[in-house]
């Protein structure tokens, strides 16, 4: 550690910001970056920004274009990375056009600020939010956790479908939360897998109506964006690093409960080892005062014939 | 009550429900009723995950009915890896092998000295070294010493230990991959192949010596180099040389004549010491037991008279 200095956060509000974005055994919720590469059209620019709307509260998105990015080459990655780095963003969006890949989405995941994996995906027949008309009582909230519902014998078939569901749900479903506001659940995402590699997206605002059980009856409107998803190319992610992902806190504490029996006469039965007592090595507690009363009469008896012992010290205690 | 069609995959943790048996009829239908059957198929899904969901059991809070979801059932990857278990500070494992627990300390403590409450550390804290008017000297102290400063020098020795210990934690919790997560390595300066040290920082006073280093190779030395406001005059390091005027009156009162009167009084006295310290030193020895220095100067003068005439005769 010569070369490198120790550097801690001055302020409590910095410490606050590190220990954030540090690694925890209960993460926080992935947070989408949206960028755009050297080219896009005016349907890809609203898509993204769409997509933007929809995932407001944790998503950040970058404007300008960026030459540099190729995610399925291995050099153009590290802008990518860079950005997920600084802006703590573990899911990107990446929007680009081009002859050859028109209206081109990358959605990919990153593991440790590095690729893990990705799904290249073409946008057709895209319909804008403006473009539907519906009830203004009915539009979502911003941040409401949505309803996913995903159709189709694809989604279990075709490999590139599967991840691309895994990808969508990672992308819409928000943040993970234990408590939900019953009253507040007001939209849902249907994604339904029409061919081998299409998939129709859309976006749909909930209306609970009153039915005869506590159970309302839910009816779908059609409000936000819809798209035709294409799928064109996908990376899935290295074994090794698989595994190391996929690993959580709650498979390394499976441990068997050891030394415990069940017996049908005396039911449950425990096994307890006691360890060997060491009665040499123990360190002893400082219990100076016996052991200075113990020193003491020892010299007393020995040095009882010696000349001039030392008088004992009267202790009141 | 709508009945669950079976096959349904629902993940109530993600709001989610998943129709793996639906097929899509081969023909296209055209877009309008794609989208009718997808919606219609959606709120069939959608209905199907309220079911569950409202048959959870609900809490009333004061805006509504909440309710506790349970876990996600899809397994989706981390997105930074897992924390490293820390391993024990020095203090640490010293405390688990002794048994000491932790007690609860409280934030106020009475002063005996001042006979009021203060704080345990911090501004104006108990058992402060400052306060102590007098202290008592011991059979142990020695004379010279100054209680109040080995009491300073103590606590900083002290607080240096502390400082030790603690970047040696810091740097074991480094080594096991574990480092705390506000604390950041910085590298401060970058390894040179070769050589063992790393180049030092000019400090502030070396950099403002270094415009005018540089301007000694102008052509006027940097004497008449336009400076910045605020810049020093450059250091003139060395001697500064003093030169006779041009023109001056003979006498004694010449500058000529004093330079070199002070310069002959230089060298006699140098040769003084000289001589007085060889005097010195062959005073132990008798003169005639001194090796005769004469004979080789007469011997020195012969051989350079005869090489010069042996250089003149042709």
Known sequence: ??????????????????????????????????????????????????????????????????????????????????????????????????????????????YDHHIYDLVEVGVENFKSLESFTYDKKLA??????????????????????????????????????????????????????????????????????????????????????????VVR?????????????MKTAKDQVKKKEKNVSKDVVEGKVGKIYIPEQKVGATTLPNRAKGVKRERREAKVKNSGNDSASKKPKTNTD | MEVEQKGLEIDLGNLMAYDPHHHFPPYLPSREELAQQCLQKGTELVQAIAFDLFNLPSTEDRDGPIVTLPKPTTRLPREKRLPEPKPLTKWEAFAKAKGIRKRKKDKLVFDEQTGTWKRRYGYDHVNDDNDVPIIDAKMTDEPGEDPFAKRKADKKKRVEKQEKNRLQNLKNAAKMGSLPSHVQLAATALPITGTQSAPTKLSK?????????????????????????????????????????????????????KQTERAVTIINAKKEKKQSKRSERSSSTPSKLKPNKKSHKSFKKGSSKKSSKQGKSK
């Open chain 1, 1 to 110: 550690l010569d070369m490198l200095k120790i550097r801690t956060p001055k302020s409590q509000r910095a410490k606050r910001a590190i220990e954030k974005r540090a690694p925890k055994l209960v993460e926080n919720g992935r947070k989408i970056l949206i960028l755009q590469g050297t080219k896009t059209s005016s349907t890809l620019n609203a898509i993204l920004t769409e997509i933007y709307h929809l995932k407001k509260e944790n998503a950040v998105r970058y404007t300008r274009k960026n030459e540099n990015i190729r995610p399925f080459e291995s050099g153009g990655e590290t802008s990518l990375e860079f950005f997920s780095l600084k802006t703590d963003c573990s899911l990107f969006v990446f929007g680009s056009h081009s002859k050859k890949r028109p209206n081109n989405l990358v959605i990919g995941r990153t």
């Open chain 1, 140 to 229: 979502p909230h911003a941040g409401s956790k949505p309803f996913i519902a995903f159709i189709g014998e694809g989604f279990e078939n075709v490999e590139e479908l599967k991840h691309l569901k895994e990808m969508l749900l990672e992308l819409l479903r928000g943040e993970v939360v234990e408590n939900l506001y019953l009253a507040g659940v007001d939209h849902a995402y249907v994604c339904t897998a029409v061919s081998s590699n299409r998939v129709f997206f859309t976006h749909c605002a909930l209306r609970l109506k009153k039915s005869g059980s506590i159970v309302p009856r839910t009816e779908l409107v059609e409000v936000g964006p819809s798209m035709d998803l």
């Open chain 2, 205 to 257: 006073n070396e950099l403002q010596d270094i415009a005018g280093k540089a301007g000694t190779s102008t052509a006027s030395g940097g004497k008449f180099d336009k400076k910045l406001p605020g810049e020093k005059p450059e250091k003139h390091e060395g001697k500064y040389r003093k030169f006779l005027p041009v023109v001056e009156k003979r006498g004694a009162d010449s500058q000529e004549r």
């Open chain 1, 233 to 245: 190319r996908h990376r899935l992610p290295n074994d090794g690093l698989r595994k190391i992902a």
